[in-house]
């Protein structure tokens, strides 16, 4: 088996809380907390969770965004939290990041030519004019023609920004692109466009996706594997296909009976949690998901469950699974 492209082993990303989080004493946000996670070339891995689980986090401090608190983040062999200075910037080119926001994160004040070329003059990776070839060619292959190279990205709709977003991802020929919630702003009749464009841009340039989407019908579509985050925590992951088949944990079982069912007699009953989710600066002894699960036993209020994988590949912390365990 070959070495996954990146290694993401024990992260721990933790905030200090503002004083009215806080209560007294030195209390931190545990927005990711100790999650391993690994993802190949040519692969898709998708971290799902409701709002606030730490899947955005998680990606951020993959790519140092964010300084994660402990853990390893190996890309390409390389231990990503040890870079600094010219490592880092190197490191930079081969992993890059597609935002959610299309509006926001285009800089109205250049055309969409120069917003795709920008990153390869930024690396010294190209002359201006070389980075404006391959930032046209960029923009063509992503769907957007030529002829709107020097059209500012308000001229665009949010299906186009999108384009034009991705377009500048891969101006450095990255390995690793980042994508979080990617189709979430647009139109659903626009979403299916761009996640079919994601998909075929990485048959063609053999691209390592990690995929944040709280749309477990975008995961499905998109993704090889997939792992679901609670209060900072991987609480299930499995093979996609396994996973919508024969979801383990009380939680990703809530998730996917909430996704729309489409066909008569697909009427699996909708599982409805009750309470808050709990603040990730005070989150709840034992299973961290004890607070709102259906199948509460009286050990989960006081033991964290350990993780369990079979032999598919298929893990889930879990005490109902616990009989299952060959691996903690
Ligand atoms: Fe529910 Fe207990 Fe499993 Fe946690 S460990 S998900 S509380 S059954």
């Given at each position: 088996?070959?070495?996954?492209?990146?290694?993401?082993?024990?992260?721990?990303?933790?905030?200090?809380?503002?004083?009215?989080?806080?209560?007294?004493?030195?209390?931190?946000?545990?927005?990711?907390?100790?999650?391993?996670?690994?993802?190949?070339?040519?692969?898709?891995?998708?971290?799902?969770?409701?709002?606030?689980?730490?899947?955005?986090?998680?990606?951020?401090?993959?790519?140092?965004?964010?300084?994660?608190?402990?853990?390893?983040?190996?890309?390409?062999?390389?231990?990503?939290?040890?870079?600094?200075?010219?490592?880092?910037?190197?490191?930079?080119?081969?992993?890059?990041?597609?935002?959610?926001?299309?509006?926001?994160?285009?800089?109205?004040?250049?055309?969409?030519?120069?917003?795709?070329?920008?990153?390869?003059?930024?690396?010294?990776?190209?002359?201006?004019?070389?980075?404006?070839?391959?930032?046209?060619?960029?923009?063509?292959?992503?769907?957007?023609?030529?002829?709107?190279?020097?059209?500012?990205?308000?001229?665009?709709?949010?299906?186009?920004?999108?384009?034009?977003?991705?377009?500048?991802?891969?101006?450095?020929?990255?390995?690793?692109?980042?994508?979080?919630?990617?189709?979430?702003?647009?139109?659903?009749?626009?979403?299916?466009?761009?996640?079919?464009?994601?998909?075929?841009?990485?048959?063609?340039?053999?691209?390592?996706?990690?995929?944040?989407?709280?749309?477990?019908?975008?995961?499905?579509?998109?993704a090889d594997r997939i792992?679901?985050?609670?209060?900072?925590?991987?609480?299930e992951q499995a093979p996609v296909d396994e996973f919508y088949r024969n979801p383990k944990?009380?939680?990703s079982?809530?998730?996917?009976?909430?996704?729309?069912?489409?066909?008569?007699?697909?009427?699996?009953?909708?599982?409805?949690?009750?309470?808050?989710?709990?603040?990730?600066?005070?989150?709840?002894?034992?299973?961290?998901?004890?607070?709102?699960?259906?199948?509460?036993?009286?050990?989960?209020?006081?033991?964290?469950?350990?993780?369990?994988t079979n032999a598919a590949g298929h893990s889930v912390?879990?005490?109902?699974?616990?009989?299952?365990?060959?691996?903690?």
């Amino acid at each position: 088996m070959h070495d996954p492209m990146l290694s993401v082993e024990n992260l721990v990303t933790h905030f200090p809380a503002r004083a009215s989080e806080a209560g007294r004493g030195k209390a931190v946000i545990r927005a990711v907390d100790n999650i391993s996670f690994s993802v190949s070339a040519g692969e898709t891995y998708a971290l799902v969770g409701e709002s606030g689980c730490g899947k955005s986090t998680t990606a951020r401090s993959v790519l140092r965004l964010i300084e994660p608190t402990a853990g390893s983040v190996r890309f390409r062999g390389t231990e990503v939290t040890a870079c600094t200075g010219r490592a880092l910037r190197a490191l930079r080119r081969d992993m890059q990041m597609v935002f959610q926001d299309p509006y926001s994160s285009l800089n109205p004040r250049m055309t969409v030519a120069q917003i795709v070329a920008e990153p390869l003059i930024v690396h010294r990776m190209a002359s201006r004019s070389e980075a404006r070839d391959r930032a046209v060619k960029l923009l063509d292959r992503c769907g957007l023609d030529r002829r709107y190279a020097d059209r500012y990205p308000h001229a665009f709709s949010g299906g186009q920004r999108q384009r034009v977003v991705i377009a500048r991802a891969l101006a450095t020929s990255p390995k690793l692109v980042v994508a979080d919630e990617p189709v979430s702003a647009l139109d659903v009749s626009i979403q299916s466009q761009i996640m079919n464009l994601l998909c075929d841009l990485q048959e063609e340039f053999g691209l390592a996706y990690v995929l944040i989407s709280h749309d477990l019908a975008v995961v499905r579509h998109m993704a090889d594997r997939i792992g679901v985050m609670y209060l900072g925590k991987l609480v299930e992951q499995a093979p996609v296909d396994e996973f919508y088949r024969n979801p383990k944990h009380p939680y990703s079982r809530a998730l996917l009976s909430a996704i729309p069912k489409h066909r008569p007699g697909d009427a699996s009953a909708r599982i409805v949690l009750t309470g808050e989710v709990p603040s990730p600066t005070n989150p709840p002894a034992g299973c961290p998901f004890h607070t709102r699960c259906p199948h509460v036993m009286p050990r989960c209020h006081t033991e964290g469950p350990k993780t369990s994988t079979n032999a598919a590949g298929h893990s889930v912390a879990c005490h109902l699974f616990d009989e299952d365990s060959n691996d903690s």
